[in-house]
């Protein structure tokens, strides 16, 4: 069975601190592909990365850095120097690689104080 | 560019009543997905279909029928709504699927369905 947990339910920070939003999954395919969005406050969903499971590469956008490690079956999500505008709820998703089905996390709310 | 266009945004329906959420989408995509969003469930599948004729279920299907007679449009039916119906509903769809290399989900904006 697939299965997205995210453990963090909510996450407060001031400005201008790191912050890391985790992310475990469980699946039993080879082929598979984690995804991160991003749900602001006006409900909008907004696509920030897609990894696939065959490239462990971490990635890094701006102030935003993925870190996938198969190993511990993670792909958590780091923003550097956070920002008032970051508040949002954070969603890690899991699509097998042989069907559509993208299964979602119970997301993080992160609030970034000013 | 329209994208993906959910309608009603807003509903409000008496249990028992029946009603349809549409969604269409004018990207030529060939998946496209249902999800409701609860507080504190996330975004859990209801129906999904990755091409026109075929659909299948999710992780919470009862209660809802799903149609794809066309590439463009995926609405979704409550036949006789129930309070646990209440829920904001998203309609999704993505290029590609089945083995390829799948595209990142374009999402509505949402429909806020409550059912009293």
């Given at each position: 069975?697939?299965?997205?947990?995210?453990?963090?339910?909510?996450?407060?920070?001031?400005?201008?601190?790191?912050?890391?939003?985790?992310?475990?999954?469980?699946?039993?395919?080879?082929?598979?592909?984690?995804f991160w969005y991003k749900q602001p406050p006006s409900g909008e969903l907004v696509f920030l990365i897609r990894r696939n499971s065959f490239d462990e590469q971490n990635e890094?956008?701006?102030r935003y850095s993925w870190n996938f490690q198969k190993s511990t079956s993670s792909f958590n999500f780091t923003i550097t120097a956070s920002q008032v505008v970051d508040s949002a709820v954070y969603f890690c998703a899991l699509r097998r690689g042989n069907t559509g089905k993208l299964i979602f996390g119970q997301g993080t709310t992160l609030q970034v104080k000013p | 560019n329209a994208g993906v266009t959910q309608t009603p945004k807003f509903q409000v329906l008496k249990t028992g009543q029946s009603m349809t959420l549409q969604c269409a989408q004018d990207m030529n995509h060939e998946y496209m997905s249902w999800y409701r969003q609860d507080p504190g469930m996330g975004l859990r599948l209801i129906h999904y279909s990755v091409g026109a004729g075929i659909t299948d279920q999710g992780e919470v299907p009862n209660g809802y029928n799903v149609s794809r007679s066309t590439t463009e449009d995926f609405p979704l039916r409550l036949l006789s709504a129930a309070p646990s119906q209440t829920s904001v509903y998203f309609c999704a769809s993505s290029y590609s699927n089945l083995g390829l290399v799948p595209g990142e989900l374009f999402f509505g904006e949402g429909s806020r369905l409550t059912v009293l």
């Open positions: 069975a697939q299965k997205v947990t995210q453990a963090q339910t909510e996450i407060s920070v001031v400005e201008k601190e790191d912050v890391t939003l985790d992310c475990v999954y469980e699946t039993r395919d080879t082929t598979y592909y984690l890094i956008s701006g | -």
